[in-house]
């Protein structure tokens, strides 16, 4: 049985070197992106050029996207020359941006009236695990859907959990930058209070990493804290926007995430100063900026 012809929409620091390795992968690929560069680097080492969503979903049996926000998918995917409109009967539809699970579930039946099975598959790992090829990678959907998507994401991710039906892979994603941005928080916080107490933060870093204090937040963008290098693995806008879907999250449950809701204003504060285009470990220097204001 010959291997599902796959298109990609969205080539952007995640999407790009994701594409890049089903290419390497020697997976037939067709790509559209709102961006004429990334598309163009893509077709120079392999791919094909698409002109429209339609197109793409046309000329694939699977059809990828890794777009910024919930609207974005659903223009991309409902909307007018979407996916929707290109797609046949059988092909498989897979999400792996991150948006909210209401809209991804609605999506998803949209998709169901075709035959036509979705996939939500959010990721986490920053723009390195993309490169690398060692994404986690959160699934919802049907098993059936799960069991064809396989190979695809054995290439582009090391951590593959099938978490539930439509939707729980965006429940789980809304969990995980949870997670990320409350400890890039305290990781933030630690290194400055290090600093200020007139003690070597390098060195702090270096000894909470053998410790329960250990992560790989601590590891990585606790680093990059320290070189002040902020270029973006993961925008504080986009955290921002993922940070909005948690708290919508929460609120529907009646879930208290009272630490959350600090990180979310410290987010919220980074993006009103200038800071959104950053990665989310510029969050120090919302901390920074607290000192003197």
Known sequence: MPEDRIGFIGLGIMGKPMAMNLLAAGRALTVHSRSAGPVDEVVAAGATRASSAADVAAASDV?????????????????????????????????MSSIDPAPTREMAGAF?????????????????????????????GDADAVARAMPIFEVLGKTIVHVGPSGAGQVTKACNQLVVAATIEAVAEALLLAERSGVDPAKVREALLGGFAGSKILEVHGQRMLDRTFDPGFRIRLHRKDARIVE??????????????????????????????????GLYLELERMLSG
Do not use: C, N
Not at 67 to 74: I, Q, W
Not at 122 to 132: K, L, N
């Open 112 to 140: 169901a009236k075709r035959d036509v099975a979705m996939l939500d598959a959010p990721v986490s790992g920053g723009e390195r695990g993309a490169i690398d090829g060692t994404l986690s990678i959160m699934i919802g």
């Open 63 to 95: 059809t990828i996207t890794m777009l910024p926000d919930t609207a974005d998918v659903e223009l991309v995917l409902t909307g007018e020359g979407g996916v929707l409109e290109g797609v046949a009967a059988g092909a498989l539809v897979i999400d």
């Open 248 to 281: 919508e999250a929460a609120a529907l449950t009646g879930t208290p995430i009272p630490s959350f809701t600090i990180v979310a204003a410290q987010l919220q504060r980074a993006l009103d100063d200038g800071d959104g285009e950053l990665d989310h470990s």
